[in-house]
């Protein structure tokens, strides 16, 4: 759990075993934008069946594996958003076509060169729409515990699919929060 001051740019919200929600179940939703009007930001663990190269053929070949779009969060999924992981002693304000989120994470201007980017990174991530909340509404689930508000690492951006992004962070939190990557998701099951 966690409050809306919690939150910022290059937070992790971390979906709570208990938030069924089709769009959110067991997701890691990495912030973007945090202000007063409302939160954005995107799950970084949802990947897709598209390859980027169908959407963006220019920066398909740069994409982190897998090379799929991955799906951002259920609003406008026809908008595509790029995050990068930039290599050690590089800073997002130093590079041509990348806005700063949080440390060496950057937002990606997607009418730029590729080629002038993919060096001074380690990893690009594409993302097919994007979670968006008004102010009240997370602060609303917030309350309500849908959400753990944890610190992301630069890794967790471009984290491969098949390493069960959302039990890894609970995990790295520590004791108590440890305990909940064991959930198992339907307790109907147990």
């Known amino acids: 759990m966690g409050s809306d001051a919690e939150v910022e740019p290059g937070t992790l919200l971390v979906a709570a075993p208990q938030l069924l929600d089709d769009n959110f179940r067991r997701t890691v939703v990495y912030v973007i934008h945090h202000r007063d009007e409302g939160t954005l930001g995107v799950v970084l663990n949802r990947p897709s069946e ?3 190269h169908d959407v963006l053929p ?3 070949a740069h994409a982190s594996d897998p090379q799929s779009l991955f799906v951002g969060g259920p609003v406008e999924q026809r908008t595509a958003i790029c995050l990068a992981a930039l290599r050690a002693g590089e800073s997002p304000e ?3 076509g990348v806005v700063a989120v949080n440390g060496p ?3 990606v201007d997607l ?3 590729p080629d002038e980017l993919v060096p001074r990174t380690r990893g690009l991530r594409f993302f097919a729409g994007y979670a968006g909340w008004d102010s009240e509404q997370l602060a609303g689930e ?3 515990g849908d959400w753990h508000v944890v610190p992301a690492l630069p890794d967790d951006v471009i984290a491969a699919p098949g390493a069960d992004l959302w039990g890894h962070v609970l995990r790295r939190q ?4 440890a305990y909940l990557a064991t959930h ?3 307790v109907q099951l147990n």
Do not use: F, I, K, S
Not at 174 to 177: A, D, F, L, R
């Open 174 to 177: 520590g004791v108590p929060m």
């Open 184 to 186: 198992p998701g339907d």
């Open 94 to 96: 130093a590079v041509g």
């Open 105 to 107: 994470v950057g937002l």
């Open 50 to 52: 598209v390859p980027v």
């Open 111 to 113: 009418d730029g060169d």
């Open 58 to 60: 220019q920066w398909g």
């Open 142 to 144: 917030l309350e309500r």
